[in-house]
């Protein structure tokens, strides 16, 4: 949903900048919001930031990718993320995300061909005593067995 695709949104976003730029630290509220409306910071938007911030892109495009929470490309309707911290990963995560990328039939970081499905890899979300942990969107699933991820997915198609 970059900027050039979704232009009902522009506006929205033009105006929290006009409303926030001359606040003290605006860029990462401008960022958050255009990724709240976009799901996405394209060149385009990061532009856009920039040239209001009167601000170099490189700034915009460094924080884009310090920060995890934002994203470059666009993201799935649905947000798959495997914990592969420590507790998860001793109780199996790896064999959890191994089974969503063969269900799925992509990488960590790429999205579906149907747009569907997005695969990451997350370090701990605070849900040790799940171990290993699935969280899709804000749903969380816990104590799993690769076998359970299949059912899972199919709630989501």
Request: hydrophobic share 40%; glycine share 8%.
């Amino acid at each position: 949903m970059a900027c050039n695709k979704d232009n009902d949104k522009n506006p929205e976003l033009r105006a929290f900048i006009e409303e926030h730029k001359n606040e003290k630290g605006p860029l990462m509220p401008i960022m958050q919001k255009a990724q709240e409306l976009y799901g996405y910071l394209s060149m385009e938007t990061m532009t856009l930031i920039a040239d209001s911030l009167k601000i170099p892109v490189t700034d915009v495009y460094g924080v884009a990718t310090f920060y995890a929470q934002f994203s470059l490309q666009p993201k799935g309707e649905y947000v798959v993320s495997v914990c592969t911290g420590t507790a998860c990963y001793v109780k199996g995560a790896a064999d959890i995300l191994d089974e969503v990328k063969k269900l799925l039939g992509i990488e960590v970081g790429q999205t579906t061909a149907d747009g569907k499905f997005t695969m990451q890899d997350t370090r701990c979300l605070g849900c040790c005593g799940l171990a290993p942990v699935l969280v899709i969107n804000d749903h969380v699933y816990g104590r799993l067995v690769t076998a359970d991820v299949k059912g899972i997915l199919e709630k989501y198609k």
